[in-house]
């Protein structure tokens, strides 16, 4: 019989069947198409060999006028800066200061735990605060031991709280492995009988957030006089929301918003060890926003905009549907007057904006029901809102991805696209995600570009994870899509960094498409047909030998190779590998190196599958069109 070659479609489909996929690609994990034919996705290695605390929920590059290349990092814990690949620079806000003297200590014999007292301190567990102008103790707990920044661990009441004491001179950073704090603990002696004198200052950063959405059961979901009134729900709900930031950079310096909470200013010319400030303090500012969902810097016209922030006239009560923006070219002048170009909007429909992402020409608004298009007008209005969509919604704040004047989404059911009209995008891996969905912690999803293959990615929490371990992918150039498992809590395409850069596990970061490895460990990748057949399954089909079409190219491995897998099964029902004694399916899997001539097979079934995976070390490889030596053989 004369060799058949072997021809996929590109792509994944997990909508239909195996057996009515003939001629597609049915499960796939770290493959993705180009041209058309299956590849192994690129490795990744550290882009920093340190680390920093926290879940890292929102990342931003720019460039500084000395060309040094910069990214901010927001996490649950803390907000860094990262320069040049180096460390990573704390310049989380500042809260509040205590006057000297209105934080005292007590230690107890033998225990590193210290009791800070400061009345209506306003801290929450993990909170970080930096003592300043304490005395020791009198004994081992000395005043370097005090004076230094340190992690609370437990909230005892309103007025006092507790910390471990640490060795004197560390820095949070110099403590900080692989995500974690590991301190090396002081304790007390019996001297210690102090309380750290009249002049200790506590300065406290603004408070943590969350690492994962939080529920609990309420109260009273019932209406008046029916059931459940006045007792407990029984569905829980979400009652705190995750840690999410927003920033862009003005010039060199950067703004920065936590999502329901101050918006805060870091001048550069400052240097690291200067702390973003509140907006509202700087010189000048007049009636700039306190409180925001999320702020950006609109590129075409130079405003900074506010959403779901507080009006002018009400200052620190949120209003969740307005949208304020400054006067053009102003960090400061934030007041409407017929001079300037400041003033505000308000959205007609939903009851929060969720997620703004600018385009080349406009900046799409995302409410909880609907999608508005916001536009530059100039003079006297400044800005237009217009209603683009109803009845369409979003999975977070994160999860829709701008590629020019094209953005993408992943909405609670679908994916849409708007690129002038929203369009649903037909997906044929749809039920494969959203019926494996942790939609609790939805808000985790992050929608992340790779403009070098065409692709859109969604990292999101599968049905028995709470954090991001899996993702989905649509290749809009070829139009298809296929999917893996992947850790990553954010990801930041290339720009002014070769490789795309993400958040990934232990609280470091990591150059993507770099190398075939996972930080110099190797991963498993494969991709796996649907069955085929031949004649419609009329007859059986005996499998003699293969001609393989591997290119192993770009490969660091001395002798790269793929495992190469054809199963055959008799009916559609029948399991793959069935190992009872009555086995109605076999399989041969052999290497495949990039010089190996030809497989010899001896498979029968009535139909058959291919699959190509790797598991070794600096191995990439890329699928062509392999050939069959195959012929019918009977109908039994």
């Known amino acids: 019989m004369p060799l058949q070659k072997l021809q996929f479609r590109p792509g994944v489909n997990r909508e239909t069947t195996s ?4 001629g597609g690609w ?10 058309g034919m299956p590849e192994k996705i690129g490795g990744w290695e550290k882009f920093s060999s340190a680390s920093y605390l ?11 006028l000395d060309n040094s290349r910069l990214i901010g990092i927001g996490t649950a814990l803390k907000y860094y800066i990262n320069q040049d690949s180096g460390l990573f620079n704390d310049v989380t806000p500042i809260r509040s200061t205590t006057s000297a003297g209105d934080v005292t200590f007590s230690a107890t014999n033998g225990s590193s735990v210290i009791t800070v007292t400061d009345t209506a301190h306003g801290a929450v567990v993990n909170d970080f605060v930096t003592f300043s102008g304490a005395a020791s103790l009198g004994g081992n707990i000395t005043a370097a031991v005090l004076n230094q920044e340190y992690n609370i661990t437990e909230i005892i009441n309103d007025n006092s709280y507790k910390i471990s004491a640490r060795a004197a001179g560390t820095t949070i950073s110099s403590i900080t492995v692989n995500g974690a704090l590991a ?4 304790n007390a002696s019996g001297s210690d009988s ?3 004198g009249s002049s200790t200052v506590g300065t406290y950063q603004v408070n943590v957030g969350l690492d994962t959405t939080a529920t609990g059961a309420g109260w009273g979901v019932g209406t008046w006089g029916s059931d459940g009134w006045g007792l407990a729900a029984t569905t829980p709900i979400v009652t705190n929301t995750l840690r999410i930031w927003s920033h862009d950079n003005f010039g060199e310096d950067l703004l920065i918003n936590v999502r329901n909470g101050g918006i805060y200013y870091w001048d550069k010319t400052g240097g690291f060890a200067t ?7 700087l010189s000048g500012s007049t009636s700039a926003p306190t409180i925001a969902k999320q702020i950006m810097v609109s590129d075409r016209d130079r405003h900074i905009i506010a959403f779901g922030c507080d009006s002018e006239l009400s200052p620190g009560v949120q209003d969740p549907l307005l949208i304020r923006f400054s006067s053009q070219e102003s960090l400061t002048e934030w007041a409407t007057r017929p001079d300037n170009t400041a003033g505000e909007l308000k959205i007609g429909s939903g009851s929060e904006i969720i997620a703004a992402v600018e385009t080349r020409q406009q900046i799409l608004v995302y409410t909880d029901e609907s999608l508005y298009a916001m536009q530059f007008l100039g003079p006297p209005f400044t800005f237009g809102v217009n209603l683009v969509s109803e009845n369409t919604t979003i999975m977070g704040p994160l999860s829709a991805a701008a590629v020019e004047d094209n ?15 929203v369009q649903r995008l037909p997906c044929t891996v749809r039920d494969f995600v959203f019926d494996d969905f942790n939609l609790l912690q939805r808000e985790k999803v992050v ?15 599968s049905g028995s994870s709470d954090t991001n371990d899996r993702y989905v992918v649509y290749n809009y150039e070829q139009q298809v899509w296929y999917y893996g498992t992947l850790s990553r809590s954010y990801w930041m395409d290339r720009g002014i960094f070769d490789n795309p850069i993400a958040a990934g596990p232990n609280n470091y970061l990591y150059t993507q498409e770099s190398g075939f490895d996972d930080d110099g460990s190797a991963f498993t990748a494969y991709i796996e047909s649907s069955q085929m057949d031949i004649g419609d399954g009329e007859q059986f089909a005996f499998i003699k030998r293969m001609i393989p079409d591997l290119t192993f190219r770009g490969s660091t491995a001395g002798s790269p190779s793929a495992n190469l897998t054809v199963k055959t099964r008799n009916f559609p029902g029948g399991n793959y590998l069935h190992t009872t004694d009555s086995a109605i399916t076999k399989s041969a899997s052999v290497p495949v190196e990039q010089f190996t001539d030809q497989v010899h097979l001896r498979l029968r079934g009535r139909s058959f599958a291919m699959r190509i995976e790797s598991t070794a070390s600096g191995v990439g490889w890329r699928l062509g069109s392999p050939r069959l030596d195959i012929r019918p053989d009977g109908r039994r």
């Open 183 to 186: 301190p090396s603990l002081v």
């Open 194 to 196: 102090g309380n750290g």
């Open 54 to 64: 926290g879940t890292a929920r929102a990342m931003h590059p720019w460039v500084g």
């Open 26 to 35: 049915f499960d796939v994990d770290k493959v993705r198409f180009r041209f």
């Open 447 to 461: 929608a992340a570009t790779n403009t070098a293959f065409s692709e859109i990615w969604w990292f999101y929490p």
């Open 275 to 281: 702390r973003a400030v509140s907006l509202d303090s």
């Open 19 to 22: 057996y009515t996929n003939e």
């Open 407 to 421: 953005v993408f989404w992943m909405g609670l059911k679908e994916f849409y696209s708007y690129g002038g009209t």
